[in-house]
């Protein structure tokens, strides 16, 4: 199972933006069942879950983002988006997406560097 993940971007404080992480290759049955998530990590600062999906379309969000990120997903594309809105630059991070099922997987991570 390979994730790619993608949109990330330049925006100004303020501006939207929203991240893909697609899986691909041969995906067991059984890990269709699992959890997406976004991290992020910002220059100088541990890994931190942003915001988290599961198979059920169940959500989970750090308190610094809800009511201006929402995560979603396609199980027909086997992707997960985060639209991302009212950035700031405190929101500059790599952004990584995350699955957990009987196995963890890693994308590389998407550049989001929010400034004027």
């Known amino acids: 199972v390979q994730l790619q993940a993608s949109g990330g971007g330049l925006v100004q404080p303020g501006g939207s933006l929203r991240l893909s992480c697609a899986a691909s290759?041969?995906?067991?049955?059984?890990?269709?069942?699992?959890?997406t998530g976004w991290y992020r990590q910002a220059p100088g600062k541990q890994r931190e879950l942003v915001a988290a999906?599961?198979?059920?379309?169940?959500?989970n969000y750090a308190d610094s983002v809800k009511g201006r990120f929402t995560i979603s997903r396609d199980n027909i594309k086997n992707t997960v988006y985060l639209q991302m809105n009212s950035l700031q630059p405190e929101d500059t991070a790599v952004y990584y997406c995350?699955?957990?099922?009987?196995?963890?997987?890693w994308g590389q991570g998407t550049l989001v560097t929010v400034s004027s």
């Open positions: 290759g041969s995906i067991p049955r059984i890990v269709r069942i699992n959890v």
């Open positions: 999906i599961t198979s059920g379309g169940s959500t």
């Open positions: 995350n699955l957990e099922s009987v196995s963890t997987y």
